[in-house]
């Protein structure tokens, strides 16, 4: 059994944050009541104790509101026995009357190596089917399929010390100022250190575009003639590695050939692109005078119908100057999850079998015997996209979804929707009860609870390799178990117990290792063989260690940051592989219905489909309603008002979102947030509208390139409502919710007037104490709920056209005791002191009209604005947003 970690007030707990690849190490110190304190792991060789805003705040996420805490067997409470023996009898009818390949898995990058490793065994091994997939289809799979083309495996070959020692980083497709910010930081770090050039390379000028010194907004899907027009570049400007390229590498020539032809030069590079031709060369003299360039690409690149040609195009220049595997230089794929990385040790992609071995017949039978598997499949399974269509289609009887919301984050996800109350059997593991994906029914619905972050043990690896353990701090809540368990449990009933009976997480991450070292031999690069015995209490002791960690050499136990120092890749002949890439185009032309693109990603300070940041208050000031961002002269043209709303449709579906214009975004492009779902929103599920066109070697799907069409919307009214739980909002209403200090907020929009507004609210609080200050005329209605001195809930209404601004009564409704001059602030919609605008620095509150008050009053840097008000002086996330707001950033700007 899984060991309970003591629940009372005991010593900070090392373990890893569950957000992104970065992996930062955190110390947990539980306070005996099922909180935590939180803080940097100083220790951690990712972090070196710092932590981004959303790290900070997972204290804030552990509470068991919402939580999964019984199984479920269609809609009601069952027992472990039931809900167990309804998966395992329905996996075993389903596979006998139609064939194990009509049941498919899919998992997810933040499940821990020893969940994933088991999930991969029982599927591929035992009940024999090839369908596992996992959301790292959606996340890294052109970044494994552009190394596996280029390296002969699944290898990055650097770490994050390279970026320390780097001259210059070219950050492709990657925000990471929000989505890796602790990297980010060390890249800043490393530009104060040694001067460091960052140089953006993405159609959007974000905020870490707003940092670099060259920032490149080049058109959406034009990486590969940008990096064409570099290999072509290089070799004109005699800067190749000729020696690296003749020893160490194959397939040059044709490269060269293949660039030349999509980008010749420099004009016609930045045709291609849409560049200004003097930043492409600058970007081009800046890469071919500098050796060490660590080159990271992660969305922009990677969600792309080409991302793997666009990963090949960034490694062919590396390798055509030989800069891969030495310090301070190389590509290096950035991963989300925290155990991205993970999943693919253990296989949990369709196109591989388990521990960086694929089908070939030897690498079958190998680990047929090492696992004594009586089913091992022979070839693929389907990937993601493919997998959910062969749900459309029927042929997939049977779904077990693990750590993954696909009902949010899936392209198409409308359309997955329906298909999935065909299925015979819908399965979800999970640790939220209220997601999307388990909200959803198929004929017959297991939901099984998970132990989430804090409850569960076993390990993740980071975007450098780095193997990190996530430690039990937490008590297991109500009936939730680990997630190999349950899945152990299962394999049980199906009778393979013995192949199965796991007494801990170390036990299978032993397995794991073994394998990984099984007949290995130097030849695979996956290699944990000196982590194959080791025992519990090592396990438990575990420190950082990134892979290779083979059992004899000089790596032996400790680890190896770089690979390819040698210039031998894990090909036959061991020689690094140039890729002739495609010319660049969009999956999917605009048109006249849908004439502009949509772009999709992620913001500061939520994780995903925000069932886990959402229940920050801090992490929700930030963003608190689901947005597009549109170009003035597009907004223009569409008679689209900043701070209105517009409906974003494309084929698959419509959301409506606030609009923030912003020249930031290309003309012909729009931005929206993945983040939002029905949990959160009425209409905000943005995710949704990707076509989701995969790339053709990873299969990949192109998530941010979706033809679509914008029209404004305009609402009778608008408003926020605060209250203490939260409350469902009455139908018809736009919303969106959010989690504010003591309650939950809903910032709304109507068809309705004060007049109906105020009914409504009145029919909402029967029996409370009502203040209300009401003008119809006007289109206003305020009202503050109470019992005694204690605010309930507060509202206002305000015509549609205006935005409503709730940071002071959530001030007010955060005390919640109330005074006269509170109530008269709440009804008048004034401040008796200036309101603090809204939040930029989530650790510690602080908004923007504090921040610009600070800079008035004389704060002329970053650190100036955290010594007059604190903003920026913990995680450091907003540090690109305040140093915008400096004088020389609105010179530079207005300039
Ligand atoms: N705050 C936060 N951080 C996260 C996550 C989160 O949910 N929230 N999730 C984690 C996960 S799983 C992931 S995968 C990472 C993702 O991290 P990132 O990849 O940095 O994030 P995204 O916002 O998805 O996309 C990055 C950028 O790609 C740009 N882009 C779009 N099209 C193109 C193009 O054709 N070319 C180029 N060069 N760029 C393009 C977008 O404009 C966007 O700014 O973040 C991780 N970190
Ligand atoms: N349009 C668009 N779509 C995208 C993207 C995009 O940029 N644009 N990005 C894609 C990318 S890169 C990614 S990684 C995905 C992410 O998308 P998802 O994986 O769907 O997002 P999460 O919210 O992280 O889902 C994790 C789920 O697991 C649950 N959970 C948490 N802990 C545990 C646990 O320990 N065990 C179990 N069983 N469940 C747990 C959570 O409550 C949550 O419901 O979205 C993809 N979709
Ligand atoms: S950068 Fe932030 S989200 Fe990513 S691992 Fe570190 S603390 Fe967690
Ligand atoms: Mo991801």
Request: charged share 20%; net charge neutral; proline share 6%.
């Amino acid at each position: 059994m899984n060991v309970p970690a003591p629940e009372r007030a005991a010593p900070a707990v090392k373990t890893t944050c569950p957000y992104c690849g970065v992996g930062c190490g955190v110390l947990a110190t539980p306070d005996g009541q099922g909180g935590v304190a939180i803080a940097g792991d100083p220790e951690h060789p990712s972090n070196f104790g710092r932590l981004c805003s959303k790290g900070s705040a997972l204290g804030e996420t552990v509470d068991l509101q919402d939580r999964l805490l019984t199984p479920m067997l269609d809609g009601q409470a069952v027992s472990w026995e039931g809900a167990l023996g309804a998966v395992a009898g329905g996996l075993k009818k389903i596979a006998e009357k139609h064939g194990p390949d009509s049941i498919a898995f899919y998992l997810s990058g933040q499940l821990l190596t020893e969940d994933y490793y088991v999930a991969n065994k029982l599927a591929k091994g035992f009940l024999g089917t090839p369908h596992v997939d996992t959301n790292s289809r959606l996340c890294m799979s052109s970044a494994v399929a552009a190394h596996r083309r280029a390296f002969g495996a699944d290898t990055v070959p650097g770490c994050y010390e390279d970026l320390d020692e780097a001259d210059l980083i070219v950050l492709v497709g990657s925000n990471a100022a929000w989505c890796h910010p602790i990297l980010f930081r060390r890249m800043i770090d490393a530009r104060t250190a040694r001067g460091t050039k960052i140089v953006t390379v993405d159609p959007r000028r974000t905020q870490t575009g707003e940092e670099a010194d060259l920032h490149l907004g080049l058109k959406p899907g034009s990486d590969t003639a940008l990096f064409s027009g570099l290999l072509t570049h290089l070799a004109d400007a005699a800067k190749l590695d000729r020696c690296f390229i003749d020893e160490h590498t194959a397939g040059f020539d044709g490269a060269l050939e293949r660039a030349r032809q999509i980008a010749p030069t420099v004009a016609a590079t930045a045709r291609a692109t849409g560049l200004a031709e003097a930043e492409v060369q600058a970007f081009f003299d800046l890469f071919a005078e500098t050796p060490r360039v660590v080159t990271a690409f992660s969305q922009g690149a990677n969600q792309s119908a080409q991302g793997t040609d666009k990963g090949n195009a960034i490694i062919n220049c590396h390798l055509a100057t030989g800069r891969i595997g030495r310090p301070g230089m190389g590509p290096l794929s950035l991963t989300g999850q925290p155990n991205a990385m993970g999943g693919r040790e253990v296989g949990g992609l369709a196109n591989m079998l388990a521990a960086h071995m694929h089908f070939a017949p030897e690498e079958v039978d190998r680990v047929r015997r090492f696992w004594n598997a009586p089913n091992i499949i022979t070839g693929e399974g389907m990937k993601a996209v493919a997998l959910f269509e062969a749900i459309e289609k029927g042929k997939i009887k049977a779904l077990w979804v693990i750590g993954t919301n696909p009902i949010v984050s899936m392209p198409r996800a409308d359309r997955i929707r329906e298909a999935l109350a065909g299925l015979d059997l819908y399965v979800v593991s999970e640790a939220v009860a209220t997601s999307d994906s388990a909200r959803v029914r198929g004929r017959k619905t297991v939901l099984l609870p998970a132990l989430a972050w804090g409850e569960k043990d076993g390990t993740v690896t980071n975007s450098e390799r780095r193997i990190s353990r996530q430690r039990a701090f937490l008590r297991a809540p109500g009936q939730a178990r680990a997630d190999w368990a349950i899945l152990c449990d299962v394999a049980r009933r199906l009778g393979h117990g013995a192949a199965f009976a796991y007494p801990n997480a170390a036990a299978i991450f032993r397995e794991h290792a073994a394998l990984s070292a099984f007949e290995n031999d130097g030849t695979r690069d996956f290699d944990l063989g000196g982590l194959a015995e080791i025992g519990e209490r090592a396990y438990d002791a575990h420190l950082p260690m990134q892979w290779p960690v083979p059992k004899r050499g000089p790596e032996a136990r400790k680890g190896r940051p770089r690979l390819f120092a040698d210039g031998r890749f894990y090909t036959f002949d061991q020689r690094a592989r140039f890729v002739a890439v495609q010319p660049p185009a969009l999956a999917q032309a605009v048109t006249e219905a849908h004439p502009l693109v949509l772009n999709t990603g992620r913001i500061r300070d939520h994780w995903h489909t925000m069932t886990r940041t959402g229940k920050s208050q801090r992490l929700s000031a930030h963003r608190a309603v689901p947005f597009v961002e549109i170009h003035p002269d597009d907004a223009a043209r569409h008679r689209i008002a900043d701070g209105g709303f517009a409906r974003v449709t494309t084929e698959l579906g419509s959301a409506i979102l606030e609009v923030m214009v912003t020249d930031g975004i290309r003309p012909g492009s729009i931005f929206a947030p993945m983040h939002w779902s029905d949990m959160t929103s009425s209409n905000g599920r943005a995710a949704a509208l990707a076509r989701g066109i995969p790339d053709p070697v990873s299969g990949q799907p192109e998530l941010k390139a979706t033809p679509a069409a914008i029209e404004a919307v305009a609402y009778r009214s608008r408003g926020y409502l605060l209250t203490r739980e939260p409350l469902a909002a009455p139908a018809g209403w736009w919303w969106a919710r959010a989690t504010v200090q003591g309650g939950s907020g809903l910032l709304f929009a109507t068809q309705e007037g004060s007049r109906e507004m105020a009914l409504t609210l009145r029919g909402m609080f029967p029996g409370h104490e009502l203040a209300e200050y009401v003008d119809h005329a006007r289109g206003l209605y305020r009202c503050a709920v109470y019992r005694g001195d204690r605010l309930v809930a507060a509202l206002a209404v305000a015509p549609g056209a205006q935005r409503p601004e709730w940071e002071l009564a959530k001030q007010i409704f955060a005390r919640g005791e109330m005074e006269a001059i509170d109530r008269r602030t709440l009804l008048s919609g004034r401040a008796a002191t200036a309101s603090a605008g809204p939040v930029i620095c989530a650790c510690h509150g602080v908004g923007l009209d504090v921040i610009t008050a600070a800079i008035s009053a004389g704060a002329g840097s970053v650190e100036a604005v955290g010594a007059a008000c604190k903003a920026g002086t913990n995680c450091g996330s907003c540090i690109p947003e305040i140093r915008k707001l400096l004088p020389q950033a609105l010179a530079r700007s207005a300039a």
